[in-house]
C-alpha cells in the first residue's frame, strides 16, 4: 500500500461518526433492561420447574425402591422380636374400672360463714383401673386412691 | 447478576454505537431510521448472547445490515399498499461531526461515499470506520475476503478520484 493511500485512508478515518441520539441509547436500556429483567423472572420459573420434577422423580423412585422392605414376623418358636420392628396394634385394649374401697364419713355441722352452715361429708374410695390387650396379650394396672370433702348446704329457720 | 455484567452492553453501544449508526445510514438516508435500525438490530444482537462468540464484531454488523434489510422490504410494501404513505425518507443530518475547519472535507467525503455502490460503501464503513478485517467483514456479509478487498479498494480509488487531492 503506498503511503499516498495509506494517508488517505487516514484522512477519511479522521472523520468521526455521528454518536447515537439521546433518546435512541434510553429506547435500547428501557429494552434490554426489560429483557434481563424478564430473562431473570423466566430463568427462576425454569428453575422451579426442574426442582418440581426432580421432587416427582424421586418420591416416585423412592416409593418404588428406596423404602425399607417389610420385615416378616420372626415365626421361629422361642424368640422374641423386639417391640420396635412390631407394627402398631390394631386393637383397642379393653378397659375395666373397678371400685375396690369406699367410705362415706359424716363430720357434721361447719360454717363456711357465721349465716352459711354446711354439713361435711368425707369420701374416701380406693380404684383400681385395669387395660387388657387381648391380641398382645398385655395388662396394665392402676391403683387409684381418692379423697373428697363434699359440703352440703343446710336451710336456716 | 452483578452490575457490571448487566450493564456490559453499555460498553458495547458505547463503543460501536456511533459505528452501527454509520453502517445503517448507508442503507437508508435518514437519521432517524438509522437509528430505528440500529436500535432493533443491536436489542436483538444482544438478546441472543452472540457478543460471547468468537467474533462478536462481524456478527453485530450483520445484525446490523439484517435489520436495514428488513427495514427497506417492510418499507417498500408499505409504499405499494398505501399510496397515501409518507415519502420515502429524506437524507437529513450529517453522517460525521467534527472540527469546523474540516467542514468542507467532511462535506465533501459525505457527498462521495453517497456516490458509491451500495456494495463498496458498505465495505468502506465497516474498513474504515468499523475497524473490521476482510475476513470479518467477509462474515458481516456474507461475501468472500477476496471480494470485500477488492470492493474496498475500487471504493477507495472512486473516493480519491471524487475528492481529489485539493479536499483532503
Excluded at chain 1, 55 to 76: H, N, R
Excluded at chain 2, 29 to 53: C, H, L, N, T
Amino acid at each position: 500500500m503506498s503511503d499516498d493511500l495509506e494517508q488517505f485512508e487516514d484522512a477519511l478515518r479522521s472523520l468521526v461518526p455521528r454518536p447515537l441520539s439521546e433518546p435512541a441509547r434510553d429506547a435500547i436500556q428501557k429494552r434490554l433492561g426489560r429483557a434481563s429483567w424478564w430473562r431473570t423472572i423466566r430463568r427462576m420459573a425454569v428453575i422451579a420447574a426442574a426442582a418440581c420434577l426432580l421432587a416427582v422423580i424421586g418420591a416416585t423412585l423412592w416409593s418404588k425402591y428406596g423404602a425399607p422392605p417389610k420385615e416378616e414376623p420372626d415365626k421361629t418358636p422361642g424368640t422374641v422380636s423386639s417391640t420396635r420392628d412390631r407394627p402398631a396394634p390394631q386393637s383397642v385394649p379393653t378397659k375395666y374400672r373397678e371400685t375396690v374401697y369406699e367410705q362415706v364419713w359424716d363430720e357434721g355441722t361447719v360454717f363456711l360463714d357465721p349465716t352459711m352452715p354446711c354439713r361435711k361429708v368425707r369420701r374416701s374410695s380406693l380404684e383400681r383401673v385395669s387395660w387388657r390387650d387381648p391380641e398382645r396379650g398385655v395388662n396394665m394396672e392402676v391403683v387409684v386412691p381418692r379423697e373428697e370433702i363434699v359440703l352440703i348446704g343446710m336451710e336456716t329457720y | 447478576m452483578p452490575d457490571s455484567e448487566r450493564d456490559y452492553w453499555k460498553a458495547w453501544l458505547d463503543e460501536y454505537g456511533p459505528k452501527l449508526l454509520l453502517f445503517a445510514r448507508q442503507f437508508v438516508p435518514s437519521a432517524a431510521d438509522a437509528e430505528e435500525i440500529v436500535q432493533e438490530a443491536f436489542v436483538r444482537f444482544w438478546r441472543s448472547g452472540r457478543y460471547k462468540s468468537s467474533n462478536p464484531k462481524a456478527a453485530l454488523f450483520g445484525y446490523v445490515r439484517w435489520a436495514a434489510l428488513d427495514w427497506l422490504r417492510r418499507q417498500k410494501r408499505y409504499e405499494r399498499a398505501d399510496s397515501l404513505a409518507p415519502p420515502a425518507s429524506v437524507v437529513d443530518g450529517a453522517m460525521f461531526t467534527g472540527e469546523l475547519e474540516r467542514e468542507e472535507f467532511r462535506a465533501a467525503a459525505e457527498e462521495a461515499i453517497r456516490k458509491l455502490p451500495a456494495d463498496q460503501r458498505e465495505v468502506l464503513v465497516l474498513k474504515i470506520w468499523g475497524g473490521l478485517s476482510y475476513p470479518e467483514i467477509g462474515e458481516a456479509l456474507d461475501i468472500s475476503p477476496n471480494t470485500a478487498a477488492s470492493r474496498f479498494r475500487y471504493a477507495v480509488s472512486a473516493l480519491r478520484k471524487e475528492l481529489g487531492e485539493s479536499k483532503r
